[in-house]
C-alpha cells in the first residue's frame, strides 16, 4: 500500500511541475511578440505599417511550421526505452552474433 501511495504522490508532483501557468505563458508570448518586433524593424519595416503586421504575422507562421514540424519529428522518434523491435530503423545484432 505504502508504494502506491508513494507513486501516486510522484505522479501528482511530476504532473504538476509540467504545468505552466497563465502568467508564464503570458511573458513567453510577450517576449515572442517583442523578439518578432525587433527583427521586422531590423528588416526595415515601420511599426504601424500594414507590411509590418504581415512580417509580424509571417514570423509567427514560421514558428509554428517549425514547432509542428518538430512535434512530427518526436512522434516518428522510435523510444531509445522500447529497444528494438521489427521495423526498427537499423538491424539489430546481438552481442553473440559478432
Request: glycine share 4%; net charge positive.
Amino acid at each position: 500500500m505504502r508504494i502506491v501511495q508513494t507513486f501516486l504522490a510522484i505522479a501528482v508532483i511530476t504532473t504538476l511541475a509540467a504545468c505552466v501557468n497563465p502568467q508564464e505563458q503570458a511573458a513567453r508570448t510577450a517576449a515572442e511578440r517583442q523578439a518578432d518586433a525587433a527583427e521586422c524593424k531590423e528588416i526595415g519595416f515601420t511599426e504601424g505599417t500594414e507590411a509590418f503586421a504581415d512580417c509580424m504575422l509571417r514570423l509567427k507562421e514560421i514558428r509554428a511550421e517549425k514547432e509542428n514540424t518538430e512535434a512530427l519529428r518526436r512522434a516518428r522518434t522510435p523510444s531509445p526505452w522500447w529497444g528494438p523491435y521489427p521495423g526498427y530503423p537499423y538491424r539489430y545484432y546481438p552481442p553473440y552474433y559478432r
